[in-house]
């Protein structure tokens, strides 16, 4: 067997990695991928409560819009994007940005006008209040 040394050009390693990614398929990516951002969310509940949280890291309260309409809940917000300036060179990017809007269906136990919001450290905190059960009422009939 031959051991051969291999060398090589750096320049040349460079200026081909260098073509391809400023071909058209890769200086869109970025713009082709970021507008898919669907926040995540975790539902719970416990006697008096249901609990939406959502996670929208990098989102102000001014950004997100919480409505009910016909037993619908629906969350709508954007996450803008970054502008690049021509100091930085963007090597990946991982972090979604968009509009989004997700919908949740609403059922008779929760009382809709004490519905509350709040967003902190990057959540956002639903509460929905359950109706209280109605107590069954019992009338003592007296014996004649």
Do not use: C
């Not at 090589?8 to 990695?17: A, G, K, S, W």
């Not at 975790?42 to 989102?59: A, Q, T, V, W």
């Amino acid at each position: 067997m031959n051991l051969v040394k291999f060398k090589r050009n750096p320049d040349f390693i460079d200026d081909t990695l260098k073509s391809i990614f400023q071909t058209p398929l890769f200086t869109n990516w970025e713009n082709a991928v970021s507008t898919n951002f669907v926040p995540k969310v975790r539902i719970s509940e416990d006697k008096d409560n249901f609990f939406i949280n959502m996670e929208i890291p990098g989102l102000k309260k001014e950004d997100i819009k919480v409505a009910v309409e016909n037993k619908t809940l629906t969350v709508n917000g954007v996450k803008k994007h970054e502008k690049k300036t021509e100091e930085t060179n963007l090597i990946t990017n991982e972090i979604y940005y968009g509009e989004f809007s997700r919908s949740f269906n609403l059922s008779d136990d929760i009382k809709i006008d004490a519905i509350d919001a709040e967003v902190k450290d990057g959540l956002l905190h639903i509460t929905l209040p359950k109706v209280e059960e109605a107590k069954p009422v019992v009338k003592e009939i007296s014996i004649k």
